[in-house]
């Protein structure tokens, strides 16, 4: 025989269970929401942020870019001052 408690106990989990995945699914929602609205638009700040200006490479700045010193060391692109 089974009892009461026993025959609303997986009833309650699965509603419970279901209602803490819609919270969370809120939540999730309005996170995205507020952090796409704190980037305002602009890009991250860091590391990645910097890119090569002659490769597009996020490994390095153009100062090490091995690249651009080869095409510079053949004339082929020369530097005026910060200027590619």
């Given at each position: 025989?089974?009892?009461?408690?026993?025959?609303n106990?997986?009833?309650?989990?699965?509603?419970k269970?279901?209602?803490?995945?819609?919270?969370?699914?809120?939540?999730?929602?309005?996170?995205?929401v507020?952090?796409?609205?704190?980037?305002?638009?602009?890009?991250?700040?860091?590391?990645?942020?910097?890119?090569?200006?002659?490769?597009?490479?996020?490994?390095?700045?153009?100062?090490?870019?091995?690249?651009?010193?080869?095409?510079?060391?053949?004339?082929?692109?020369?530097?005026?001052?910060?200027?590619?």
């Open positions: 025989m089974s009892t009461k408690s026993e025959a106990g997986p009833s309650n989990s699965f509603d269970n279901m209602m803490e995945e819609s919270i969370i699914e809120e939540l999730s929602k309005k996170f995205e507020v952090s796409l609205a704190n980037m305002g638009g602009r890009s991250p700040k860091g590391k990645d942020a910097y890119r090569c200006v002659w490769c597009d490479s996020l490994e390095h700045s153009r100062r090490d870019c091995v690249d651009l010193q080869e095409v510079i060391c053949q004339n082929i692109v020369y530097m005026d001052g910060n200027m590619i």
